[in-house]
Each structure stands twice: as structure tokens, then as C-alpha cells.
T-cell receptor, first 113, second 117 residues
Framework: AQSVTQLDSQVPVFEEAPVELRCNYSSSVSVYLFWYVQYPNQGLQLLLKYLSGSTLVESINGFEAEFNKSQTSFHLRKPSVHISDTAEYFCAVSPGTASKLTFGTGTRLQVTL | NAGVTQTPKFQVLKTGQSMTLQCAQDMNHNSMYWYRQDPGMGLRLIYY???????DKGEVPNGYNVSRLNKREFSLRLESAAPSQTSVYFC????????????????FGPGTRLLVL
């Protein structure tokens, strides 16, 4: 079985500052990894995903995440956040041969001026 | 394209009442899912339907039933609501569950907020 740990339930940050949201996973098989974002009162949207190949994946709005197999991590980073990045971010994992996503408990990113 | 739509947006029930949450997608997706979201617990899969005519239990199926009415619609039914079912319910869909061993991206609806008194 897989599990996902997001240690930080809330991350406050000032606008234009860098941010890192941490995600660690455990699995006995190879996995696919995802970051979803949930804006207030909305459903989840896929931000980026790692399936194979380059361990560094990027989103269209400046976020990036790096798959680190030895540390079983998939941390999300952005070098300069904007107010509009305020949202809840969920890390998720799926085993390579099945269809079910296991979500972390989420990290609420609060960007202030 | 509306994507994934859910009705109702909000609902208040008394313990023991029944209700059905509706979900529809217009993306011609084969697979559909129901999740619940609770504070501090992330999203947990209740049931999913890999294709029309099939349904399977997820992580937390007890107290729920589902119906894949057709390719577009996937409903979730609470036969006898309990306070523990107070939650936000999300429906999602994907083109299919896997393609060549890769998990297909899931697209989520806006959610239904349910309060059971």
C-alpha cells in the first residue's frame, strides 16, 4: 500500500518570496506522483505530475517539483509566489500498475503582501 | 464544455435521511470517481467506475452506494445518513483509469458540501 505525508498543514509566505511544500511518500513499488491545487470553493486541478523520465517537472504557472527516489520525496517549489497562488496543495501517489490515487492531507499556502 | 458538474452544491440532512448526489461529465471519459474530503485527512476514494457498467469499492465505501447510470453520469447514494458522513464530496472523471500503465489525469467537479445533523 502507498501513503503520502505532507508534514506542513499551513505555510504562510510573503508575496515574491520563494516557497517549498514538502511531500514524502512510501511505497513498495514504483509510483507515479502528482500535485493538485484547490482554490477556495473549487474542485482540485492537476498542477503537475511525474510519470517517468526527467525527475524535474514543471507547471505552466512557475511551480516545479523534483522526484527524489532515494529520499522518497516529491517537494513542490516556486521561486517567487504571487497572491493568486493562495490555495491548498495536495500531493498524491499512485502505484504504477493501478488506478487509485492516494492523497496527502494537504498544505494550505497563504500568500500575503 | 462544462467539464464535471455536481448537484447539489450544498445539502443539510437529518440523521437517517437518504439522498443522492449527482455527477455528470461531458468529456466522454470512461472512468469516474467519488471522493470525500475531510479536514486533516485529504481526499479518500469512496467508489469508482472504471467503465460504464462497472463499479468498485475504494478506501471508504461503507454507508454508500453508487450507480453508473450511463457513460456521462455517476451518482452516489446515502441510504441512511449519519453525522460521520458530514463532508465535502468530490466527483472526478478520467479518460480511463490507465493507458499503457500510466494513470490518466483526473478532472474534478466543484464539490457538494453535506452536513448531517
Amino acid at each position: 500500500a502507498q501513503s503520502v505525508t505532507q508534514l506542513d498543514s499551513q505555510v504562510p509566505v510573503f508575496e515574491e518570496a520563494p516557497v517549498e511544500l514538502r511531500c514524502n511518500y512510501s511505497s513498495s513499488v514504483s509510483v507515479y506522483l502528482f500535485w493538485y491545487v484547490q482554490y477556495p470553493n473549487q474542485g482540485l486541478q492537476l498542477l503537475l505530475k511525474y510519470l517517468s523520465g526527467s525527475t524535474l517537472v514543471e507547471s505552466i504557472n512557475g511551480f516545479e517539483a523534483e522526484f527524489n527516489k532515494s529520499q522518497t520525496s516529491f517537494h513542490l517549489r516556486k521561486p517567487s509566489v504571487h497572491i493568486s497562488d493562495t490555495a491548498e496543495y495536495f500531493c498524491a501517489v499512485s502505484p504504477g500498475t493501478a488506478s487509485k490515487l492516494t492523497f496527502g492531507t494537504g498544505t494550505r499556502l497563504q500568500v500575503t503582501l | 464544455n462544462a467539464g464535471v458538474t455536481q448537484t447539489p452544491k450544498f445539502q443539510v440532512l437529518k440523521t437517517g435521511q437518504s439522498m443522492t448526489l449527482q455527477c455528470a461529465q461531458d468529456m466522454n471519459h470512461n472512468s469516474m470517481y467519488w471522493y470525500r474530503q475531510d479536514p486533516g485527512m485529504g481526499l479518500r476514494l469512496i467508489y469508482y467506475s472504471a467503465s460504464e457498467g462497472t463499479t468498485d469499492k475504494g478506501e471508504v465505501p461503507n454507508g454508500y452506494n453508487v450507480s453508473r447510470l450511463n457513460k456521462r453520469e455517476f451518482s452516489l447514494r446515502l441510504e441512511s445518513a449519519a453525522p460521520s458522513q458530514t463532508s465535502v464530496y468530490f466527483c472526478a472523471s478520467s479518460r480511463q483509469t490507465t493507458t499503457g500503465g500510466w494513470l490518466e489525469t483526473q478532472y474534478f467537479g466543484p464539490g457538494t458540501r453535506l452536513l448531517v445533523l
